[in-house]
T-cell receptor
Framework: DAKTTQPTSMDCAEGRAANLPCNHS???????VYWYRQIHSQGPQYIIH???NNETNEMASLIITEDRKSSTLILPHATLRDTAVYYC????????????FGDGTTLTVKP | DTAVSQTPKYLVTQMGNDKSIKCEQN?????MYWYKQDSKKFLKIMFS???????INETVPNRFSPKSPDKAHLNLHINSLELGDSAVYFC?????????????FGPGTRLLVL
């Protein structure tokens, strides 16, 4: 699986969009980009995933660059409850489904 | 209607003891996982089972032995507990290791070895 790099921490004002970047320059053609988040003391929670096209669901939007070397997770209207560690991982869906979680980005949403 | 549940939530024990952590999922998934999250918050996969068959076994001491009595359960037994085993252990499940990677995590078991 490709290694991903994310900023260690970010702040966002409540009500504003939170844009979390992720670099995955060594991603291969069959690897998906997955995003999870972990709110303090809870288990990680799936947010969204994509391969080539941009994706949107009720939680967030995922923008993947055309060369697929980076992506951005967008929380359109961040709330205090979105404060969490956000993990970006690249996953090969044709293998045994092993996910390697990096250090993630600690997002702090401030009032 | 908890999707992935773990018991116990907290476990405090002495060095050298043997303990088990249980995990159950009611999502009908075929694949289950155990992760360890240490004090530095790094989340590392330990084991994965698909339809009761071990498919991932990372570099984990032999003191850790997963057991899957059926595809809805994946228990983790730890022998001769050591101080370094103190961590939060998360169980997770996914629909199928090939088709669907999206994992659903349990609430975690906080293990403290004294």
């Amino acid at each position: 699986d490709a290694k991903t790099t994310q900023p260690t921490s970010m702040d966002c004002a409540e009500g504003r969009a939170a844009n979390l970047p992720c670099n995955h320059s060594t991603i291969s053609g069959n690897e998906y980009v997955y995003w999870y988040r972990q709110i303090h003391s809870q288990g990680p929670q799936y947010i969204i995933h994509g391969l080539k096209n941009n994706e949107t669901n009720e939680m967030a939007s995922l923008i993947i660059t055309e060369d697929r070397k980076s992506s951005t997770l967008i929380l359109p209207h961040a709330t205090l409850r979105d404060t969490a560690v956000y993990y970006c991982i690249a996953v090969n869906n044709t293998n045994a489904g092993k996910s390697t979680f990096g250090d993630g980005t600690t997002l702090t949403v401030k009032p | 209607d908890t999707a992935v549940s773990q018991t116990p939530k907290y476990l405090v024990t002495q060095m050298g003891n043997d303990k088990s952590i249980k995990c159950e999922q009611n999502l009908g998934h075929d694949t289950m996982y155990w992760y360890k999250q240490d004090s530095k918050k790094f989340l590392k996969i330990m084991f994965s089972y698909n339809n009761k068959e071990l498919i991932i076994n990372e570099t984990v001491p032999n003191r850790f032995s997963p057991k899957s009595p059926d595809k809805a359960h994946l228990n983790l037994h730890i022998n001769s507990l050591e101080l370094g085993d103190s961590a939060v252990y998360f169980c997770a499940s996914s629909q199928d290791r090939v088709q669907k990677e999206t994992q659903y995590f349990g609430p975690g078991t906080r293990l403290l070895v004294l």
